[in-house]
């Protein structure tokens, strides 16, 4: 016998024994991973109250403390302010009910992903999930711990901007901390979700009636002349929309989870049609509020909004504000990490990501490599980014998938005229939405253009390069490199395919 023989019948021999050895563990690991089908599905099933709590609580984040500045920045006046605010809501609010439409006409979990995929197949949708995975999701993340990172350190330098050093040592802190809660349990992200929502509408609620009782006793000095020496130009107004619309962004969350909503066909829209608008209402009604003890030139000279209305209106209880804006945030950021592995299931389900990526953890029932690996691409945001320019970039972004996915509303009332639609919205919404979407995404390029958004634009289309190598033609030596780093980690971490566990 050669060489060449005898090495090929030892592989073959070793290859047998891996065999039977795993085989030997299989009926208790299937055991586990039927047990933990269960507890999976009972633990994320959303009725209408859940479904309600879930947009506010997801919206209603960092934004709204640190997007009033960037808002009033661009567009320079009270009122224009005030309207941009007002106009962000209703544009989350038509965008939702396109989705109210779509999450009850395609009842998939995956948000955007599958609506792209039902209307224009599978490029599309692995652009969006490729982009999600990579720069808009923990884009976000890392956001909004920066936020949090803020406000905390903020009343530790009076009088100045707290070092970068230390407000980006102190976001790396939250991701981190975050990550490991919903590595860990589902149940404990529930709880902190909870507490930190609960935490949420206590801050947003003193602001608020702080604010009418200002207004009452006729603190209304800064809205005289509301909209004089206003900035109203295509590029600014665009910009504007970008902090605005960031402050509302999750207005999509519960489409990520429609699998998982009870009665999705009235908890869905219901959830949407209440959620929404209160939080609207909320976020004018606290930058009233902001209005009514800073003026313009105060309120962007202010480190931190929140601190700044907390130290004029509650002292010597201002030490509140900043406790509960830091709550608000990590439950923003909470809620972000805790529907963050849904993308990536739906995505795995149809082989456009790692395949370690929709894996759950068999012991702790949560989806811990998708949800650590957002965690270290957030950091990694963290490092160089700066709260603005992260918006920008990410508001470009989302936008052009979000017209998109509106879009292929459009497109399906004519290709996919067989499906059920549940809920029915005038076809003239989609229209307005998309047009929206197509200004916001080119007005900011064509007024300012900058090499940032070529480069956002570049690296989406480097997409289709990774899915003509690793999904069309499904190359065969990436996976020999990647199956022994799977096994391993598969090991490591107690994580188990969703298939197989659905089983």
């Known amino acids: 016998m050669d060489k060449e023989s005898l090495k090929k019948r030892k592989g073959e021999e070793k290859g047998r024994e891996d065999r039977q050895s795993i085989q030997s563990h299989e009926p208790q690991t299937m055991n586990l991973q039927k047990q933990a089908n269960l507890f999976l599905f009972a633990l994320w099933s959303v009725g209408l109250i859940s479904g309600i709590c879930m947009i506010v609580g997801t919206i209603i984040g960092s934004g709204i403390f640190v997007s009033p500045k960037s808002v009033l920045a661009n567009v320079e006046a009270v009122g224009p302010c005030l309207i941009i605010w007002a106009a962000c809501g209703v544009l989350a609010t038509l965008g939702a009910l ?12 995956g948000g955007e992903y599958s609506y792209l995929m039902e209307a224009f197949g599978p490029i599309p949708a692995f652009l969006f999930s490729w982009t999600s995975l990579l720069v808009t999701k923990p884009t976000s993340f890392a956001i909004i711990c920066l936020s949090f990172a803020e406000y905390v350190s903020t009343p530790f330098y009076p009088g100045c901007d707290p070092p970068q050093v230390v407000i980006k040592c102190l976001a790396a802190a939250a991701i981190v901390i975050i990550t490991i809660v919903n590595s860990l349990s589902v149940k404990l992200g529930s709880y902190l979700q909870n507490f930190l929502t609960a935490a949420k509408m206590i801050i947003v609620t003193i602001i608020i009636v702080s604010g009418i009782v200002l207004l009452a006793q006729g603190k209304t000095d800064n809205f005289k002349d509301s909209f004089k020496d206003g900035k109203i130009a295509v590029g600014s107004i665009s910009l504007a929309f970008y902090n605005g619309l960031w402050a509302y962004d999750g207005w999509n969350q519960l489409n990520y989870i429609t699998e998982e909503l ?61 406790l509960f804006v830091a709550f608000s945030t990590l439950g923003s950021a909470n809620g972000t990490c805790f529907t963050a592995g849904r993308l990536v299931y739906v995505a795995g389900r149809e082989g456009h990501m790692l395949k370690l990526l929709s894996y759950i953890s068999v012991k702790r029932l949560t989806p811990a490599p998708a949800i650590m690996f957002y965690g270290v691409i957030a950091v990694i945001y963290v490092i160089p980014g700066d709260i603005d320019s992260l918006i920008n970039y990410f508001s470009f972004a989302v936008w052009i998938f979000y017209g998109l996915t509106v879009l292929a509303l459009i497109v399906m009332r004519f290709t996919r005229k067989e499906l059920r639609r549940p809920i029915r919205v005038p076809i003239i919404i989609p229209v307005i939405v998309t047009v929206i979407s197509i200004v916001l995404v080119l007005a900011p390029i064509i007024s300012a253009p900058e090499l940032a958004y070529l480069y956002c634009i570049l690296f989406i289309l480097s997409g289709l390069i990774v899915y003509a190598l690793f999904v069309h033609f499904k190359f065969n030596w990436p996976q020999k490199i990647l199956n022994p780093i799977t096994m391993h980690l598969q090991m490591l971490l107690e994580v188990v395919p969703e298939e197989e566990v659905t089983k």
């Open 262 to 322: 009870k009665n999705p066909y009235r908890n869905l829209p219901l959830s949407i049609i209440i959620g929404i608008p209160f939080v609207t209402v909320c976020y004018v009604l606290i930058n009233v509020a902001y209005f009514t003890v800073m003026t313009s030139t105060e309120l962007l000279q202010s480190q931190a909004v929140a601190v700044t209305f907390g130290d004029r209106v509650l002292y010597p209880a201002s030490w509140i504000v900043p």
């Open 98 to 109: 396109c989705f109210a439409e779509l999450g009850t006409m395609i009842t998939k979990s």
